[in-house]
C-alpha cells in the first residue's frame, strides 16, 4: 500500500542519537474506556480501578501529556523510572526477575534488539490481548515468543538507502542524482546487495579517492544479516546454529568482505568520532540508515543537509532496525492497568504524539495509512522530497520478522562484525576473517 506523508519539520541530535523531531498534528491521546481483555492465561483482566498507581520502568521520552491524559483517563498515578539507557534498563529488570520481581516496574519498555534479553523466561511476563490490526503484521510478530504476544510495539526502524545527491553531479554520475533514477541503477525493483554494490564498483572506479558508503559492516553487512528470517539460531529451540556450516551467513560475510576489499567503505560507522568529518569531506555517497539515525547525517552535514536524498527500494525489498516494544512483567500487582498503560502507549494517537515529539516512526498501520502530516516550510534534509512516503512504503516491504534469541547478539557482534572488521583493516582476507569468526564461535558455543 502507499503510505502518503509529509516531511516533519525539524531534524535534531538528541541525547547521542538522531532522532527526528517534528512539530506536526495534534498530540491529545484517546484510548478505549477499559483495557482489553487478556489471552493466553494473564493474570488479570478486570477494570483498572480509580486510585491505583502503577510503575513504568522506561528509558523513552514519552510526551508527558500521553502520561497525563493516561493518568487523568483511568484516576491513576504512573511512577516512572526513567534510565538514560535502554541498556541500564535491561540490566536492572534482568536482575529484577531473577530475584522474584523484585524493583520491576509494572510496565516496561524493551528497546528491540535487547527483546530476546528480556523474555529469556517468558513466564515473566504477560501474554497481551490481542489488538487486531493496529500495527504491521511483521512489528507485531517481533513481539512474540513461542506465538505469545508478550510486547506491544510502540515504534519501528525501517531501513532505507539515503545519498548525497550533490556528489554524485560533481564527480560523473549526476544522471543518477534524482531518487527515481538511483533507484533503478542499484536494481529497481528487483534490488539487491549485489546491484547495490556493483553500482558502488562503477562509481569508486572512476572515483577512488571516495568510498561507496560509510561502513560496510554496520551498513549493508548489517542490513543483510537482518533480513535472513533466522540468521544465527534455531527458532524452535533458540539454540545457536552450527556457523561453519551456516551458508547464508557465510555467503553475505564473503560478499561484504570482497567489498570492503573493493574499497566500497570509507571504514567509519556513524557511531564514529570521525563519522563527521567525513561527510563533511565527500568520503562517501550513501549509507544505510533508519529514520531515528538520519538526524546524524543532517547535524554533521549542516548547511549542506539539503543535498541528500532517499532512495525509492531497498536491496532485498526492506528491513528493520530499531524500535521498542511495551511489556506487563507477571510479578505486578495491578495488571489491570498495567495492561491499560501499555495499550495506551502504543495506541494510534499515543503514536502520533510521538512522532511529533520524539521522532519513533509508527509501527501502527493506521497512522501510516492516514499520513503523518509535517510542516511543509522548511529547509528540508531531502531537498523536499517527500520521504516519509518512502519510509512508510519501506516499512510495507519488510518480509517478515527477524528471529533473534538469547544469543543473537554476541555472535552478530563478537563473531560476525569483529572479525570482518578486519578485513576493512587490511589485517585479513575474507576467508581468513571467516576462519576466525568460526573459531570464536567455537570457543564460546
Same mark, same amino acid.
Given at each position: ?22 512539530? #506536526? ?22 477494570? #483498572? ?6 510503575? *513504568? ?6 510526551? /508527558? &501529556? ?29 536482575? %529484577?526477575?531473577? =530475584? ?67 556528489? *554524485? =553531479?560533481?564527480?560523473?554520475? %549526476? ?55 533466522? $540468521? ?22 564473503? &560478499?561484504?568482505? =570482497? ?18 568529518? $567525513? ?39 526492506? %528491513? ?15 495488571? $489491570? #492497568?498495567?495492561?491499560?498503560? $501499555?495499550?495506551? *502507549? ?17 509501527? =501502527? ?19 523536499? &522530497? ?7 512504503? *519501506? ?28 578485513? &576493512?583493516?587490511?589485517?585479513?582476507? /575474507? ?15
Amino acid at each position: 500500500m502507499i503510505r502518503k506523508m509529509r516531511a516533519v519539520s525539524t531534524v535534531a541530535l538528541m541525547t547521542g542519537v538522531g532522532l527526528f523531531a517534528a512539530a #506536526c498534528g495534534n498530540g491529545a491521546t484517546t484510548t478505549p474506556a477499559a483495557p482489553p481483555a487478556a489471552e493466553g492465561g494473564a493474570a488479570a483482566t478486570g477494570a #483498572c480501578e480509580a486510585g491505583s498507581s502503577i510503575t *513504568l520502568d522506561s528509558f523513552v521520552n514519552w510526551d /508527558p &501529556q500521553v502520561i497525563a491524559d493516561f493518568e487523568a483517563h483511568y484516576g491513576v498515578t504512573v511512577n516512572e523510572i526513567h534510565y538514560a539507557q535502554s541498556t541500564d534498563l535491561r540490566d536492572a529488570v534482568v536482575l %529484577g526477575l531473577s =530475584q522474584g520481581g523484585v524493583g520491576v516496574g509494572d510496565v516496561v519498555t524493551i528497546e528491540g534488539d535487547l527483546f530476546s534479553e528480556f523474555m529469556v523466561h517468558p513466564d515473566d511476563w504477560v501474554t497481551l490481548p490481542e489488538i487486531p490490526g493496529r500495527w504491521l503484521g511483521w512489528a507485531a510478530d517481533e513481539g512474540r515468543v513461542n506465538g505469545a504476544l508478550k510486547g506491544y510495539r510502540t515504534d519501528i526502524g525501517p531501513l532505507a538507502i539515503i545519498y548525497n545527491a550533490r556528489i *554524485l =553531479q560533481e564527480h560523473g554520475f %549526476g544522471q543518477y542524482a534524482d531518487p527515481a533514477a538511483f533507484s533503478q541503477w542499484i536494481g529497481g525493483s528487483n534490488a539487491t546487495w549485489d546491484t547495490f554494490l556493483d553500482a558502488g564498483r562503477q562509481f569508486h572506479a572512476a572515483n577512488p579517492g571516495i568510498a561507496w558508503v560509510d561502513d560496510i559492516g554496520n551498513g549493508p553487512a548489517r542490513a543483510a544479516l537482518r533480513q535472513l528470517p533466522a $540468521a544465527f539460531e534455531d527458532p524452535a529451540t533458540g539454540q545457536p546454529v552450527d556457523l561453519e556450516g551456516n551458508t547464508a551467513v557465510h555467503n553475505i560475510f564473503m &560478499q561484504m568482505g =570482497q567489498a570492503m576489499q573493493d574499497g566500497l567503505g570509507a571504514g567509519v560507522p556513524f557511531w564514529d568520532g570521525a563519522w563527521g568529518s $567525513a561527510m563533511l569531506g565527500d568520503e562517501f555517497v550513501a549509507m544505510v540508515a533508519p529514520p531515528w539515525q538520519i538526524g546524524w547525517p543532517l547535524a554533521a552535514s549542516g548547511p549542506n543537509a539539503g543535498d541528500w536524498r532517499i532512495a525509492e527500494v531497498f536491496p532485498n525489498g526492506g %528491513g528493520n532496525w530499531g524500535g521498542t516494544f511495551v511489556g506487563v512483567t507477571a510479578h505486578g500487582t495491578n495488571q $489491570a #492497568c498495567a495492561i491499560a498503560l $501499555a495499550d495506551w *502507549l502504543t495506541n494510534d494517537d499515543t503514536a502520533r504524539a510521538q512522532w511529533a515529539a520524539e521522532g519513533a516512526f509508527p509501527s =501502527q498501520a493506521a497512522v501510516l495509512d492516514a499520513g503523518i502530516a509535517g510542516s511543509p516550510d522548511h529547509a528540508p534534509f531531502f531537498g523536499d &522530497q517527500d520521504y516519509t512516503e518512502t519510509l512508510g512504503n *519501506l516499512a510495507d516491504n519488510i518480509p517478515g520478522a527477524t528471529y533473534r534469541g538469547a544469543n543473537f547478539g554476541w555472535i552478530q557482534d563478537d563473531a560476525i562484525f569483529q572479525n570482518l572488521g578486519t578485513v &576493512q583493516d587490511g589485517i585479513n582476507t /575474507p576467508a581468513q576473517a571467516w576462519d576466525a569468526a568460526v573459531a570464536y564461535f567455537n570457543s564460546r558455543r
